[in-house]
């Protein structure tokens, strides 16, 4: 990791209306943010060899994605939770979010027919994929996810025209 990259990693989320969960190397799916306070600095620091840095892999443009979150616990679930607490089972799932590259925005228990949910960040889909199969294999939590998007993505969204024929026409 480059200077910048360690330093970027010690303040990241302290500059005005930056996303307070952007990771290092990822830009945030909101977009650009004002007030960065790395917007101007140099990839690397002048005379370091030409290797990958951190700001390199963000120049790539990557994203973190959103997700929500709904989970109800079942059978051994429930007693492990009783067991364990509630702290315990949100660092479980922050330790798997990290395993994957993503992190967790929040996270709540709830009344009703939901028992747990929040918002998490991965950088693909994939990683999503990953984590839902290996919660949902334990057989002791149910969980659902689903994408989040911004308005700019149903900007973006209502600016295409897609091709598609109706059932029976």
């Not at 290092?24 to 004002?34: E, F, M, Y």
């Not at 963000?58 to 994605?65: C, L, N, R, V, Y």
């Amino acid at each position: 990791m480059t200077l910048w990259g360690n330093a970027r990693a010690s303040i990241r989320g302290l500059s005005a209306g930056r996303c307070q969960r952007m990771e290092v190397g990822l830009r945030c799916a909101h977009g650009p943010h004002s007030g960065d306070l790395f917007q101007d600095l140099p990839a690397r620091v002048p005379g370091a060899p030409a290797v990958a840095s951190v700001l390199d892999i963000a120049e790539q443009e990557k994203t973190m994605t959103k997700y929500l979150f709904e989970a109800n616990y079942v059978g051994d679930g429930i007693k492990g939770l009783m067991r364990e607490g509630g702290t315990k089972r949100r660092d479980a799932l922050t330790e798997a979010l990290n395993s994957v590259g993503g992190s967790l925005e929040s996270f709540y228990y709830a009344f009703g027919e939901t028992d747990v949910l929040g918002v998490f960040d991965v950088p693909d889909q994939a990683g999503a994929a990953a984590l839902s199969l290996m919660i949902n294999s334990t057989g002791n939590v149910n969980v659902r996810l689903k994408p989040l998007m911004t308005p700019e993505d149903i900007d973006e969204a209502v600016k295409k025209t897609p091709s598609y024929r109706a059932p029976g026409q």
